[in-house]
């Protein structure tokens, strides 16, 4: 296990709250500063978002105060139609990748297409396809869901 897979253990082990490097380096016994790196690194990588000065939280997990750049859905605007289910992925996701999804849709702040996440995630290999598997695992296990303009948003409550 690498060390940036252990801090996210510790992370995910506590999902509904916030962090500090100090907590995460108490569980891990390593030194604050080394978890602040790894932390940092985490958040400029995509796999965590700020939650204060010197915290940070998996995108499952919203604050009582929601960035202020984050704007309410429209989804609810529109009759709802039925979608067709999303074809379940072929083999399970890498866990990263999903939360790296969820921090994309998380920090649009609205629903968003798959070509414009995939180019917002701007990762090498990451292809459509990757793409769509890794929303279809997100949407059966109700963490996303697509509105009727066939767009993906978090169903995350307080976004």
């Not at 940092?40 to 700020?50: E, V």
């Not at 379940?88 to 939360?99: K, Q, T």
């Not at 995630?121 to 009727?148: I, K, V, Y």
Request: hydrophobic share 40%.
């Amino acid at each position: 296990m690498t060390r940036t897979d252990a801090v996210l253990a510790i992370i995910c082990a506590g999902p509904e709250r916030t962090w500090t490097p100090a907590q995460v380096s108490e569980a891990l016994g390593w030194p604050p500063e080394k978890a602040a790196a790894l932390m940092r690194h985490q958040f400029a990588s995509g796999y965590l978002l700020p939650s204060g000065p010197g915290r940070y939280h998996l995108p499952t997990h919203i604050p009582a105060a929601p960035a202020p750049h984050c704007r309410p859905s429209r989804a609810g605007l529109t009759p709802p139609r039925t979608l067709p289910p999303l074809a379940p992925p072929a083999h399970a996701p890498n866990p990263a990748d999903l939360v790296m999804v969820m921090n994309a849709l998380h920090a649009h702040g609205r629903p968003m297409s798959e070509t414009l996440l995939l180019h917002r995630l701007n990762r090498p290999g990451l292809e459509l396809a990757n793409l769509q598997e890794l929303l279809a695992a997100l949407e059966s296990g109700g963490q996303t869901r697509r509105t009727p303009e066939r767009l993906h948003e978090l169903t995350v409550v307080g976004l």
